[in-house]
């Protein structure tokens, strides 16, 4: 189940990132994360922007409504997502 919180209309997310993936993709959950795999490697932010710009299109918002909070050096990342609430979020994810 995803740790979801929401506080004064920003929704924080986990995320548990795979740099260098085959292709970008959200799949699945990973101890209250969303599992989220890029192309893009670790190098210079770039995939740390790519994760941003995959939340960004997966949940229908612009790219400066995602954030990233903590984690920029580690595979464990923390998001905030600007326009949207819990229950979108889940809903999108379900299909």
Do not use: C, Q
């Not at 740390?48 to 997966?58: E, F, I, T, V, Y």
């Not at 229908?60 to 984690?71: E, F, H, K, N, Y």
Request: hydrophobic fraction near 45%; charge should be positive.
């Amino acid at each position: 189940m995803l740790d979801l919180r929401e506080r004064d209309g920003v929704v924080l997310l986990k995320v548990h990132l795979r740099p260098g993936a085959s292709a970008d993709a959200v799949a699945g959950e990973h101890a209250g994360a969303l599992k989220v795999k890029v192309r893009a490697r670790p190098e210079k932010g770039k995939a740390n922007r790519a994760a941003a710009d995959l939340l960004a299109a997966r949940f229908g918002l612009r790219r400066s409504d995602v954030t990233m909070v903590r984690g920029g050096l580690s595979r464990d990342k923390l998001f905030a997502l600007r326009g949207i609430g819990i229950p979108r979020i889940l809903a999108t994810l379900k299909g």
